[in-house]
């Protein structure tokens, strides 16, 4: 597994990749890494429900956005080497998806499916186990078509790791609160931080 790991990773410039310009990118397709939770653990946020994956789909542009995914998870690794560095205790990230706006047609367009797989293929194969937790909040029915794609080629530690809530923010907002504070997440994810 280390040398495919190693392979993967010299193949795809992974040693690079941090380097690289994702301007366009960070501006399009955001995510952030700002936030810790309870335990001081990095919590890596994006709100999917405002990505557009069918424009850069049908633009031949998939494989960038999937790059800029495999540097998501490489930032959320990173972060967790320089806290131990720093000296603390910390061996995992969470990642909190906000699915607000989600729709089939920007986001589960059959030309989009291609990032799903990606997405998890890359965590699976590259990165298992570096999330403590993943939530989707705000998702919608709808999202389960994906979800029946996907879910098969995860393994049982990300199904099990995997918790997906519906657009009840009560139920959503106490589960969060539980592993993250208030004062930490911005507004759309129930919490009272300055963006």
């Not at 309870?38 to 919590?43: F, L, M, N």
């Not at 000296?87 to 589960?108: P, R, S």
């Not at 539980?178 to 009272?192: A, F, Q």
Request: net charge negative; glycine share 4%; proline share 5%.
């Amino acid at each position: 597994m280390l040398r495919e790991n190693l392979k993967w990773r010299k193949e795809n410039n992974m040693d690079t990749i941090l380097d690289e310009d994702f301007s366009e990118l960070d501006r399009d397709y955001p995510f952030q890494i700002e936030y810790e939770d309870k335990e001081g653990k990095p919590i890596v946020t994006a709100n999917f429900g405002d990505w557009n994956v069918r424009t850069i789909a049908l633009a031949g542009k998939i494989q960038t956005l999937n790059r800029h995914i495999d540097r998501g998870f490489e930032m959320a690794t990173a972060k967790v080497r320089k806290l131990q560095a720093e000296g603390k205790v910390v061996t995992q990230w969470d990642f909190i998806i906000n699915m607000e706006n989600y729709n089939l047609v920007q986001q589960g367009c059959l030309q989009c499916l291609p990032m799903y797989l990606h997405l998890v293929n890359t965590y699976e194969n590259h990165f298992p186990g570096h999330a403590d937790k993943i939530m989707l909040i705000n998702t919608p029915a709808i999202f389960e078509l994906v979800l029946n794609v996907i879910r098969p080629i995860m393994s049982p530690l990300t199904r099990q790791t995997l918790k997906v809530y519906n657009t009840n923010k009560e139920q959503w907002q106490n589960d969060l609160f539980e592993i993250v504070e208030r004062k930490e997440l911005p507004p759309e994810y129930g919490g009272t931080r300055d963006v």
